[in-house]
Nanobody
């Protein structure tokens, strides 16, 4: 499965963006899907995930919980990340990833096998 992330841009603090992750060569139906982000000079960090196996569930980092929402299109080949109440500290390149992480290891970069190219989100104060 190849991934294409889009939807990033420049927004003022308090604004919103909807990021999209489109799959080609397959669907997300039998994979977990996640969003990570990486700010300049920092390590890539977990943002949100839509897990597969053991019942679908949604996971969020504490820093975005209540502001971001991960969802999936019914066709199963696009995953979205709705970002609301954006803050300057949300500025980063956002990446989507797919894989079958071991249970409980969804927040680890090494658990994910395929990555998209990233989309830049810049939040001005």
């Amino acid at each position: 499965v190849q991934l294409q992330a889009s939807g990033g841009g420049l927004v003022q603090a308090g604004g919103s963006l909807r990021l999209s992750c489109a799959a080609s060569g397959g669907t997300f139906s039998s994979y977990s899907v996640a969003w990570f982000r990486q700010a300049p000079g920092k390590e890539r960090e977990f943002v949100a995930a839509f897990t597969y196996g053991g019942g679908r569930s949604k996971l969020y980092s504490e820093s975005v919980k209540g502001r971001f929402t991960i969802s999936r299109a019914n066709a199963g080949n696009t995953v979205y990340l709705q970002t609301n109440s954006l803050k300057p500290e949300d500025t980063a390149v956002y990446y989507c990833a797919v894989g079958r992480p071991p249970f409980g290891r969804w927040t680890e970069v090494e658990s994910w096998t395929n990555w998209g190219q990233g989309t830049q989100v810049t939040v001005s104060s």
